[in-house]
């Protein structure tokens, strides 16, 4: 698909990153000259330097025959301009990042007037994951499907817990609630495991579960369940007002501390409900005078990666139960993995996922399209949501029947709103929505490429990694 | 440095390599020339056996970086020179190597220079591989292994490539995936040159005469099948290919330009309007200066003046009429075009007209600057402003020209030749044209020049070919050192 994506900044060179990588024709604008050769030199692209909003620079990168827009300026209204200009010239879909809070709430009308196929707010997302993760502490990370209905969470083995040693088969017993492991990392590599996959500890599992279940999920197994009452965030940025609102919605009491005066007064202004420190997050007396040995959960959410990595390392040695941290250069994750950085929340990652869902979503044809999509285990794994529909081969046959292809495994099947988590019984009925898990070498943008006898849908790399067997 | 990526991809030239010959072995096979069948097969089996060690370095790491791209670029062009000698030099058509080095290097880098005496004389199969180094050459192998080779996808590495290998100031994709640009680009190669074969067929040109000429053309090479160029070829024939010449200087994304209609850019092309100027200029003057050589028919002194302007200026190299006996200003006027050459992003040679338009553009500027100190003035091309690093490239390129040019003529001055002919043999190989003045004139050739000068010019062809840089990499010894030994290391 032709794409061309208008700004080269944090979350536009991710998702070129991303987008390329699954063999779509990418254009890139943007104003500045050096960080066009950058991407010219690293990915597949071609680039285009000037104001995407300009219509010279538009017709230059040959927008009118495009198949998609991707505006992601760091202006929310050179998005919207972008826009607006790109559907004069075609019939391209747009997609612009909005993340002026000010702007959120009439983005229903502005997406009709402007012509918006997809608004993303990188911000409010992040928000939105960060507030999942406060919910359920337990969990390092949730991911949702079938409206909500259902999630994939991820749970780290401790020592000497009720898990470790256990063969999977064990683990459903134990669990007395209906769930399905649907992937294991262990030390960096991913695994789609079967029922005789022996967990160790320091595994992290990836478990498939109906939402309502999850609270008895963590009894069954053991976990410490710690309601989160109190959250100290570091950093007053804008993910920080977009959670402090929800937290504050859900009754949760927060602490905010922001480095400037200014910010403070806004923040104070916007969220009076909320304790608004003014102090450097990363000063040791401002964090134990503002107590955060007693807190339930620390977020760190400042603009600098390596203040919210050492201000999460200091709150983990202090043994504070949860805490979460923002990273943008998520290329570095393996390093801090092991050192108590394992709740990582990505605007940009989160973002780049919704969109590639959106293109996925827009290059079939068939109908059976790509309903959700989550990236799991550091990318190697995608779980995968589908309907399935008039076209989807073996309607009806029996799962144990059905051959996939390696490295498959459906997660959850649910049926009018019922979540089914599957056995070898089960079957899949037209309409049903599937979860699919695989690992993340090959694009499957239809429920039929998972069959064996399916097509052998591209590979995204060109060359096969070593790491997957 | 990528070692496995260099192996990798040297093993698939030598393949690619081993693939175009056969059509050469076939034409000697079907003449009858058994030394050539013996040469070629030879080479062939060599060709595998070599690339077949390749196998052995599967790249772990396909991402490379711009100093890989530059070496891989020029080590691939000396190792398929070598190669491709093999053919002439095994079956004894050029006895000595370094003569069939000289000749199979002229042709990659489409300089046309020769060394041979009387090219009736060759087999067919040899002429016809010969005429085919052009044709590959032109365009550059690596650009045609970018268009069949899938690369690491979404890597943007194979511009790296791209860059070391096609002629240029400033090289740039066409297409948003460096893969479509390459096929692209040789698309319209291919077309193009088939175009010009069905011309010269219909024209009546005999078959064999009429692919290798369009191959010549192509890659504004030069080499000829006949002993005097083009010389007997009819008025027509003649015309097909000096228009053909001068469309294959032309920049390949002006003919992309025409295809997508974007009409007014080709219009307002300045290195375009500059080249079509200079061409006719220099076709006009030249005209007029020879007039009464050819006993005032003006339409014959045109003819000529225009064949010639297009094949010294395209850097290709063919001749319809001795210029060497031409006037003066004539003569000169084909020197200075020598130096110009094609467009950039074209299959021709020479510091090329944009590089040209750049360096008198920055000049005037910087003569501005220094009557008026607090100017601020930018460069322009195609009503877009040139980058700093752009302008310097091409200062530091011409530099490199000058010096290398000077080194080549100090050298081969101990044959003791005319200076002009010294200087137009450097020049001539250092801007891929092949024919010069006096010794080594239109009907002349380099077969008189020493071993150690053959060498020296060799050199100069791919300097000029691959435009100086990526043969300099090769002799900078940070680039041979490993990364890193850290292995060793932590084993002690």
């Known amino acids: 698909m032709k794409i061309v994506i208008v700004g080269d900044g944090k979350v536009g060179y991710n998702l070129t990153k991303q987008l390329s990588k699954e063999g779509h ?44 827009l991707i505006a992601a300026t760091s ?58 993760l406060l919910q359920f502490p337990s969990f390092l990370r949730r991911d949702s499907f079938a409206k909500g209905k259902v999630e994939i969470v991820e749970l780290i083995l401790r020592e000497g817990g009720l898990l470790d040693g256990q063969k999977l088969s064990e683990l459903y017993k134990i669990a007395k609630v209906n769930v399905l492991v649907c992937a294991v990392e262990r030390e960096g590599k991913a695994y789609i495991p079967d029922g005789n996959f022996r967990l160790q500890k320091k595994d992290k599992i990836y478990v498939t579960a109906p939402s309502n279940e999850l609270t008895s999920l963590i009894k069954h197994l053991g976990l410490v369940t710690h309601k989160v009452r109190e959250v100290m965030i570091i950093g007053g940025s804008r993910i920080a007002y977009y959670l402090a609102m929800r937290l504050i919605g859900a009754g949760v009491s927060v602490k905010i501390i922001e480095q400037k005066r200014e910010r403070c007064l806004e923040l ?63 290329e570095y994750t393996e390093v801090f993995r092991d050192k108590g950085i394992d709740c990582v929340i990505s605007p940009k990652q989160i973002t780049a996922n919704d969109i590639v869902r959106y293109v996925r979503a827009m290059q079939n044809t068939s109908g059976g399209s790509v309903l959700t999509l989550h990236r799991l285990v550091d990318d190697m794994v995608e779980a995968l949501e589908f309907r399935a529909n008039a076209t989807t081969r073996h309607l009806g046959e ?27 019984s089960d079957t899949i009925e037209l309409n049903d929505t599937v979860v699919v898990v695989t690992t ?30 | 440095m990528n070692y496995r990526m260099l192996a990798y991809i040297l093993g698939y030239i030598l393949r690619i390599q081993a693939l175009f010959m056969l059509p050469g072995l076939a034409i000697a096979l079907a003449c009858g020339e ?69 000749e199979t290097v002229s042709g990659f880098t489409t300089t046309g220079a020769s060394i041979l005496t009387s090219v009736e004389a060759m087999p067919r199969g040899l002429l016809y591989w010969r005429s085919f180094t052009h044709w590959l050459g032109g365009m550059g192998v690596l650009v045609f292994l970018l268009a069949i080779l899938p690369m690491a996808q979404g890597s943007g590495s194979s511009l790296h490539l791209m860059r070391a290998e096609s002629p240029g100031p400033e090289v740039g994709k066409l297409a948003p995936k460096m893969r479509k640009t390459a096929v692209i680009l040789y698309a319209i190669y291919c077309v193009m040159t088939l175009v010009q074969m069905l011309l010269l067929l219909l024209s009546g040109m005999p078959l064999f005469d009429s692919v290798c000429i369009s191959f010549g053309t192509a890659g504004t090479g030069g080499f000829g099948v006949l002993n005097d160029s083009c010389v007997r070829y009819t008025f027509l024939q003649q015309n097909i290919i000096a228009v053909f010449m001068v469309l294959f200087g032309v920049n390949f994304s002006i003919y992309y330009m025409l295809l997508l209609r974007e009409f007014s850019r080709v219009l307002f092309n300045e290195e375009l309007r500059a080249y079509l100027g200079i061409v006719i200029a220099a076709t006009l003057v030249i005209g007029w200066n020879t007039l009464p050589l050819f006993g005032g028919n003006f339409g014959d002194a045109l003819h000529h003046a225009f064949f010639q302007v297009s094949s010294i200026m395209t850097t290709s190299g063919f001749a319809t009429t001795d210029f060497n006996l031409w006037p003066e200003l004539s003569r000169t006027i084909l020197v200075v075009l020598m130096v110009i050459g094609a467009s950039a992003g074209s299959t021709g040679g020479g510091i ?20 008026n100190p607090r100017e601020v003035n930018l460069v322009r091309m195609d009503q877009e402003t040139v980058g700093e ?6 200062n530091v390129y011409m530099t490199f020209y000058c010096l290398i040019g000077v080194v080549s003529l100090l050298i081969i001055s101990k044959d003791n030749f005319s200076l002009e002919s010294n200087i137009t043999a450097v020049l001539s190989c250092l801007n891929n044209i092949g024919p010069g003045l006096g010794a080594v004139g239109p009907m002349e050739n380099f077969s008189l020049y020493s071993n150690l000068s053959k060498l020296v010019l060799t050199m100069d062809m791919l300097f000029g070919r691959l435009e100086i840089f990526p043969m300099l990499t090769l002799l900078l010894p940070s680039i041979w050192r490993r990364a890193s030994q850290r292995g060793k290391v932590s084993m002690v």
């Open chain 2, 34 to 102: 058994l030394d050539a069948v013996h040469g070629f097969f030879v080479t062939i089996l060599l060709l595998l056996a070599v690339s077949a060690v390749s196998f052995f370095f599967k790249p772990r790491e396909r991402h490379f970086y711009a100093r890989d791209g530059l070496v891989i670029v020029a080590l691939v062009w000396i190792v398929m020179s070598v190669f491709g000698a093999l053919p002439f030099f095994i079956s004894r058509a050029i006895p000595h190597f370094v003569d069939a080095l000289f």
């Open chain 2, 352 to 371: 090329k007209v944009s590089r040209g338009l750049l360096l008198i553009k920055n000049a005037r500027q910087t003569i501005r600057r220094m009557i």
């Open chain 1, 268 to 330: 104070a202004e916007m969220l009076p409900k909320a304790t608004i420190i003014h102090g450097a997050g990363a000063n040791q007396e401002v964090l134990l005078e503002e107590g955060i040995r007693e807190t339930d959960a620390v977020v760190t959410l400042t603009d600098m990666d390596e203040e919210n990595l050492i201000v999460s390392m200091y709150a983990n040695h202090l043994g504070v139960p949860k805490v979460v941290t923002k990273i943008n250069r998520t």
């Open chain 1, 25 to 68: 024709d990418i254009v890139v604008i943007d104003s500045n000259k050096d960080v066009l050769q950058e991407s010219v030199e690293t990915l597949d692209v071609m680039v285009v330097h000037g104001n995407g909003a300009s219509l010279k620079v538009q017709k230059q990168a040959n927008v009118a025959n495009c198949d998609l």
């Open chain 1, 398 to 424: 029996t799962l144990a029947q059905i051959q996939l292809k390696k490295g498959i495994l459906i997660a959850c099947i649910t049926r009018y709103g019922q979540v089914i988590i599957p056995k070898g």
């Open chain 1, 75 to 132: 202006a929310d209204e050179l998005n919207m301009l972008c826009c607006i200009v790109a559907r004069k010239l075609g019939d391209a879909h747009t997609i612009a990042r909005v993340r002026n809070p000010e702007y959120a709430e009439q983005l229903i009308f502005l997406k009709e007037e402007l012509g918006l196929s997809l608004t993303i707010n990188p911000e409010l997302a992040a928000a939105r994951e960060t507030f999942k």
């Open chain 2, 389 to 394: 690093d752009t302008l310097h490239g091409v």
């Open chain 1, 440 to 469: 993340s070498d090959r694009l499957y943008k239809d429920l039929n490429d998972i069959f064996l006898d399916g097509p052998v849908p591209a590979n995204t790399y060109g060359t096969t990694d070593p790491n997957r067997s």
